[in-house]
């Protein structure tokens, strides 16, 4: 994709974080923008963020409050706003949560609340959008994780979701490329968000040693990454070097990145006196 100018662009998770910022990154090159979240608040804030960043006059802008994680009211909201603004090319999936803990302290509630929002909230915006896009093709985000390339500690239940999400996604690609319709997965590192301070209260002192060696990127940095890899209709959206250094390690040397892995957990093993 070339140009985002004049588009439509419907972003799940716009309200904060990486989703804000891809709004008002996309809103500064002339894209109309709708953004879906859960808080009303935190939709009015962002809303005024993005009509602040502006490229020209005539551009539209729009919130709705809507739980990704629902099908109905998904297929309520997105109707809404498919009247307001007529059409959708672009489909950018952000929504998502995550609470790393050690696999014995993750209640059955919290893998399907995480698989709901994570994963079934990606399926329900697609569903529904995918038979309008076939009329005049478009393109759709979803976003993983690099913690869905490769199983990080302390993350079974996020890693899960996120891990499906490339299926479904390259699934996806295969079958609506004869629409011209492109789909893409960006799978951002640590990020600097509100849901990365959530993250940060609940990780265990190994997921953390993992995550200490790497560099937290900024929402904005991850904005750009995409859509300089959307311009070039990339599957996999990694966004920075290290990312990219680490996919490669696992898809080459697996060997290699367990093994550096688990020498950082049982380093804060053995200083627990857990270690065996």
Sequence with gaps: MENFAGKTVFIT????????????LLSGQGANIAIFARNRMRLE?????????????????????CDVSDNAQVKKVFTQALRQFDWCDILINCAGR????????????????TMKINLFGIWNT???LVPHMKQKGGYIVNTSSL???????GYSDYSASKFAIVGFSEVLRSELKRYNITVSVLCPPDTDTPGFEVENRTKPDETKEISKSARVM?????????????KKKKFIILANF?????????RYAPWLVEAV????????????????
């Design 13 to 24: 998770g716009g309200s904060s974080g990486i989703g804000l910022s891809i709004a008002k």
């Design 45 to 65: 804030e962002a809303m005024k963020e993005i009509e602040q960043s502006k490229k020209r006059h005539g551009q539209r802008f729009a919130w709705y409050q």
């Design 98 to 113: 995550a609470y790393p803990k050690y696999f014995e302290d993750i209640s059955y509630k919290q893998f399907e609340e």
């Design 126 to 128: 697609c569903s529904f």
């Design 147 to 153: 913690a869905g390339l490769v199983g990080v500690f």
């Design 218 to 230: 900024s929402p904005d940095e991850v904005a750009q990454a995409l859509l300089k890899g959307m």
């Design 242 to 250: 290290d990312s990219k250094l680490t996919w490669i390690a696992k």
């Design 261 to 276: 892995m688990l020498s950082q957990i049982k380093k804060v093993q053995k200083k627990k006196g857990t270690s065996k």
